[in-house]
């Protein structure tokens, strides 16, 4: 027995699991159900706010077990109180339940070929006795465990001692004749509603009265009054002006004709309306087989029904159509609930009197029937009942039932199930008489609709349509407003399946063929039960196709392989497709979409596969005409084979779409189409060549596949610096190196927000005027051209960097100085001038220079003084990133003029 405070307890838990089951599908029990539905409202309240707690920690995120949230809910129920209530309402194994129990260990198995099997998760189906089997172990019964329960056990065979076992019971959901339930008992379980007799409003005349009734009496006339007594124990009636009257089992009728009679006699001239008041209440015994016996106190006009709902109901071993009303030890009459349920007959619904006993005795002969009724259930018959008579009780038969397939499964003399075939269309089926257990089956018809061909896929109106002999495809799409834009009327595939059990066929057609010549040998006819799928161009086949080759492989045998083409390549459908007798290399490509675009339409390859003599599968390959065969030459079109694989190559050079841009001082600037092959000059040709304000010698080229090469050298020298950084950190302290790493650190970030240009150099005079060394244009490039300038820039180790005007007489050093010259970091040997198209000239060690600072400096250059590594030793060569900062500088600052 569960205390009050495990009632509350198990109001959270199944409250809980109400929530659960609304997230994940998992169903409570009726038992459960009804279980919940009879707590209080405080402790229904409760369990809400338990619900609540766990929506907000799942709403966060957060798991939170079923034990946690009845802890936190109800912190005063004790652990075993949960543990016993938990127990109440868990899923627990019954006969044929579906356990997966998962058999792990730590530690090494046995030798022992049984429990070495046992390890990892299984799926197991108890006996009807609900008795787990272990092969090569001893049976295990489980019946009624928990899960919880279930784990307890297995833990404690000792055989299955070394396993941590998990058992789970899967959830059960019965279908068919197990899933019929006894009619009519569900009605009782609206436990939250009243089913009292309503105590105002009319009162029926064949009320009884009795002590505790109000009677309300009014007189006019000579004498006037109004009065309302209650009926004595005694059953009298004590009123004024007329006495007592004793009114205790007299029928409310007969009461206010005798009151009439009485005033007529006693009161001259004065009339009387009786009226009832306050209706008295009743004690009445509910016995039986019902869920809750004992006596309830019901209202004065209450009846068998009100009472047993009062009481709970009756519960599924009790009789529906039994129901006795006993008074003073006699049965005075009996309820048949089904006519209540079925046809709504309440006369059989008594009223009942103080001490009244309604009496449910045991349920009595049963019969179910399923399928295509109205009402599936199991129902209890009160005497011998035919089949038809049962299909009635059901409600009728459902329209899509097939009443001649019936049949009635029965447990004979014998005690062996047989099963007899019943036509409930036939006067038959009043002859055969229903026994007790009998279940009847009423099938539906196939879902099949015969005489029909189906229309699918790209039209407008897709669906079943009436098949008749001699139909064609063009019967069924009379013209092309049947079909949506972007259709392919050149292929459409027909399923075909002409008897059950024979093989399925696959047969394609012409629909442009079929709407032109009508009636002719390329309007396909159609058999009942075809299925015509009509494709779109755009969506693809494979959503159709791919099933019905599916299905013709499941029927190929060794003696009759899948029939089955392939085409890849440059069609508009690539894609495997049935092969048809009589099936041409035409009519594949026809399948697939016709050739695309790009299709390179004077030859194709198809690929052949054979079973040499020794069993082994080899290919063969050959070469397809495509030019005859879109010329009509019928020798070259090729009869296809299973299996056969056409591919259609694409044209050459297709894809190569090449563009140049040429901009700046050209004569005709903008995006050019080149060809492989084609030189810079020639395309500077094309544009009208340079203009007279034109620079060649500051012209930027630009490259795409230069710049992602220069990219990644920019990533590795950032990696190598980062790494010889992190090696110089820890030796900064000891060796006094912060300058050093300072510098480096500020060299880093500079690098890393270098972005690769990809220019390559080019002397863009050399370019016009020779063609033996002229550049080969690629996808992509790009030529600027600037106008021409007067300027000189100095960058790097200088007090200021700045640009300065040109002039023939300067020198390299004379620019430098009038930057503010050289700073103590500066490398002076290493000076180099970069010139306007990219070139780098060496400093005074470059055979270039005459005596020392006599540099030929030309309008456009950069003349860039590094830094003097070797004063950060022993990191040399970040002389190389410097250069790379500043001549990556000194480019987009070049390219930046023509974006702007």
């Known amino acids: ?439 009847l089956l009423v099938p539906e018809v196939l879902p099949e609709v015969g005489n029909a061909v189906v229309l699918a896929g790209h039209v407008h109106r897709p669906g079943e349509y009436p098949w008749r002999p001699g139909m064609r495809l063009s019967d069924l799409i009379p013209s092309s407003e049947e079909l949506k834009p972007g259709v392919d009327t050149g292929y459409v595939l027909i399923r075909r399946e002409n008897q059950r059990g024979e093989p399925l066929e696959a047969i394609s057609a012409s629909l442009t063929d079929a709407l032109s010549a009508p009636r002719s040998p390329d309007d396909v006819q159609l058999m009942s039960g075809d299925t015509v799928n009509v494709f779109s161009l755009a969506l693809g086949r494979r959503r159709i196709v791919e099933p019905l080759l599916e299905e013709l492989q499941t029927q190929s045998t060794i003696d009759a392989p899948v029939r089955k083409v392939e085409i890849s390549g440059n069609v508009r459908a690539p894609g495997a497709y049935p092969l048809e007798d009589g099936m041409r290399v035409s009519d594949l490509i026809q399948a697939g979409g016709n050739l695309s675009e790009n299709a390179y339409a004077l030859e194709a390859e198809l690929t052949r596969y054979s079973v040499n003599s020794a069993g082994e599968r080899e290919s063969v390959t050959q070469k397809i005409d495509l030019y005859a065969i879109r010329n009509g030459d019928e020798s070259a079109d090729v009869i296809l084979q299973e299996h056969d694989y056409l591919i259609v190559n694409r044209i050459p050079e297709w894809d190569t779409i090449w563009t140049v841009n040429l901009e700046g001082e050209v004569v005709f600037p903008g995006e050019y189409r080149v060809h492989r092959g084609e030189t810079l000059s020639e395309v500077l040709q094309r544009a009208g060549g340079l203009t007279a304000a034109a620079f060649p010698d500051g012209a930027v080229f630009l490259r795409e596949s230069l710049k992602e090469r220069e990219q990644e050298q920019i990533e590795t020298l950032a990696r190598r610096m980062e790494s010889d950084l992190a090696s110089l950190s820890l030796q900064a302290a000891d060796s006094g190196g912060s300058e050093t790493l300072s510098t480096g650190r500020t060299l880093l970030d500079q690098l890393r927000g270098t972005e690769a240009v990809g220019r390559l150099v080019i002397d863009l005079h050399q370019e016009i005027g020779s063609a033996a060394e002229a550049v080969e244009v690629r996808d992509g490039d790009r030529l600027l051209v600037p106008t021409m300038t007067q300027v000189v820039t100095v960058l790097g180790e200088t007090q200021q960097n700045t640009s300065h005007f040109y002039k023939r007489d300067l020198s390299r050093d004379d620019y430098i100085n009038l930057s503010g010259g050289l700073t103590r970091r500066a490398d002076k040997k290493l000076i180099y001038i970069v010139r306007a198209n990219g070139a780098v000239v060496a400093g005074n060690r470059s055979k270039w220079f005459g005596r020392r600072g006599k540099t030929d400096v030309r309008p456009g250059d950069t003349i860039v003084v590094p830094l003097d590594t070797d004063r950060i030793r022993p990191l040399t060569f970040w002389g190389n990133v410097t250069q790379i900062l500043y001549q990556g500088a000194i480019a987009v600052a070049a390219i930046k003029t023509f974006n702007n």
């Open 1 to 439: 027995m569960i205390s009050r405070s495990g009632r509350a307890a198990l109001a959270i838990v199944l409250a809980l699991l109400a929530s659960v089951s609304l997230a994940q599908g998992i169903q409570l029990s009726p038992a459960q159900q009804q279980m919940l539905n009879s707590l209080p409202p405080a402790q229904r309240q409760q369990a809400m706010d338990a619900i609540r707690q766990l929506e907000s920690q799942q709403a966060k995120g957060g798991q939170q077990s079923i034990n946690e949230a009845v802890t936190r809910s109800a912190p005063s129920v004790d652990p075993d109180t949960i543990d016993q209530v938990l127990g109440a309402v868990e899923a627990t194994a019954q006969a044929r339940s579906r356990l997966v129990i998962n058999f792990s260990t730590a530690a090494s198995v046995t030798n022992e070929p049984v429990l070495q099997n046992l390890r990892g998760s299984h799926l197991f189906v108890l006996d009807d006795s609900g008795v787990l089997s272990l092969d090569g172990l001893e049976m295990i019964p489980l019946l009624g465990l928990s899960e919880r329960d279930i784990n307890r056990r297995l833990s404690a065979e000792p055989s299955l001692s070394m396993f941590n076992i998990d058992a789970r019971i899967l959830g059960q959901v019965p279908i068919g004749i197990e899933a019929l339930e006894p009619f009519g008992y569900d009605v009782f379980d609206a436990r939250d509603a009243s089913f009292d007799a309503p105590g105002s409003g009319p009162v029926p005349p064949d009320y009884v009265l009795g002590p505790g009734d109000s009677v309300r009496v009014q007189l006019f006339g000579n004498v006037n009054g109004i009065y309302e007594h209650e009926v004595s124990r005694d059953g009298v009636l004590n009123l004024p002006e007329i006495g007592p009257v004793t009114v205790a089992g007299m029928p409310f009728s007969e009461f206010r004709k005798d009151i009439n009679q009485r005033v007529q006699q006693m009161l001259i001239g004065t009339q009387v309306s009786v009226t009832m008041g306050q209706l008295r209440t009743i004690r009445v015994f509910v016995l039986g087989d019902v869920n809750g016996p004992g006596s309830y106190v019901v209202g004065g006009l209450s009846t068998i029904s009100s009472a047993l709902y009062r009481s709970g109901g009756v519960n599924t071993i009790g009789s529906l159509r039994n129901i006795q009303l006993k008074r003073n030890g006699r049965i005075v009459s009996t309820l048949d609930a089904y006519d209540l349920l079925i046809r709504g007959d309440t006369s059989g619904d008594s009223r009942l009197q103080p001490g009244d006993v309604i009496f449910v005795p045991p349920i009595g002969t049963t019969v179910s029937i399923g399928g295509a009724v109205n009402r599936p259930a199991i129902y209890e018959v009160k005497r011998l009942t035919t089949a038809a008579d049962l299909a009635g009780l059901a409600g009728g038969l459902k329209p899509e039932a097939f009443p001649a397939g019936s049949r009635l499964e029965r447990i004979g003399e014998n005690g062996e199930r047989t099963v007899l075939a019943v036509n409930l269309n036939h006067e038959s089926a009043n002859a055969i008489r229903i026994r007790a257990g009998d279940t």
